[in-house]
T-cell receptor, first 113, second 121 residues
Framework: AQTVTQSQPEMSVQEAETVTLSCTYD???????LFWYKQPPSRQMILVIR??????QNATENRFSVNFQKAAKSFSLKISDSQLGDAAMYFC??????????FGKGTRLHILP | DTEVTQTPKHLVMGMTNKKSLKCEQH?????MYWYKQKAKKPPELMFV???????INESVPSRFSPECPNSSLLNLHLHALQPEDSALYLC????????????????????FGPGTRLLVL
């Protein structure tokens, strides 16, 4: 079965510091997509970053970057220069090429001023 | 523009009421989704529409009835709900049809709306 595991239910980071959220997944597929979504208390799910499995280069979006290790089935999210607005629930998600998206259970990130 | 809109933002209904949730996107996306999300949990897929046809029904009770009147609109009709149906209902869309294998790598990214917070009394 395809699963997504986020082992850190909650994390805290000091404002302006760097934090890494971990995600591992289990699949036998070779062609798939990985996503990090952010859901602040306002509740809208916002796409943070996406990675295509066939691309070796790690995706980056401004202060957000991923460490994609395909062989290890690991997809961690690094947030640099953390800001108060980064406080949210972060969901890691996996989607095979023609199937449903599978979400991890989420990591609640707190930013300490 | 990656906007998906949902109305209403909040809804309170009794168990005998009939109400509808509405979702709209104008990005030309051909797949649209309904998710249910309980507090502190990830979204759970309910329905997928692809090219205005129902592709997936995740064994959702018949008191939830989806409808896709056109490629931009997705409705969720609610009738005789139970208190345990109280949740955040999220709509999402993605560019290409769900499960459609084309010559080009199709767009997997789902864009979500702000959700409707539903309370069933």
């Amino acid at each position: 079965a395809q699963t997504v595991t986020q082992s850190q239910p909650e994390m805290s980071v000091q404002e302006a510091e760097t934090v890494t959220l971990s995600c591992t997944y289990d699949t036998s597929e070779s062609d798939y997509y990985l996503f990090w979504y952010k859901q602040p208390p306002s509740r809208q799910m916002i796409l943070v970053i996406r990675q295509e499995a066939y691309k070796q280069q790690n995706a980056t979006e401004n202060r957000f970057s991923v460490n994609f290790q395909k062989a290890a089935k690991s997809f961690s999210l690094k947030i640099s220069d953390s800001q108060l607005g980064d406080a949210a629930m972060y969901f890691c998600a996996y989607r095979p090429r023609d199937d449903k998206i599978i979400f991890g259970k989420g990591t609640r990130l707190h930013i300490l001023p | 523009d990656t906007e998906v809109t949902q109305t209403p933002k909040h809804l309170v209904m009794g168990m005998t009421n009939k109400k509808s949730l509405k979702c709209e996107q104008h990005m030309g996306h051909r797949a649209m989704y309904w998710y249910k999300q309980k507090a502190k949990k990830p979204p759970e897929l309910m329905f997928v529409y692809s090219y205005e046809k129902l592709s997936i029904n995740e064994s959702v009770p018949s008191r939830f009835s989806p409808e896709c009147p056109n490629s931009s609109l997705l409705n969720l009709h609610l009738h005789a709900l139970q208190p345990e149906d109280s949740a955040l209902y999220l709509c999402a869309s993605s560019q290409d049809g769900f499960g459609v294998v084309t010559a080009r790598r199709y767009q997997e990214t789902q864009y979500f709306g702000p959700g409707t917070r539903l309370l069933v009394l």
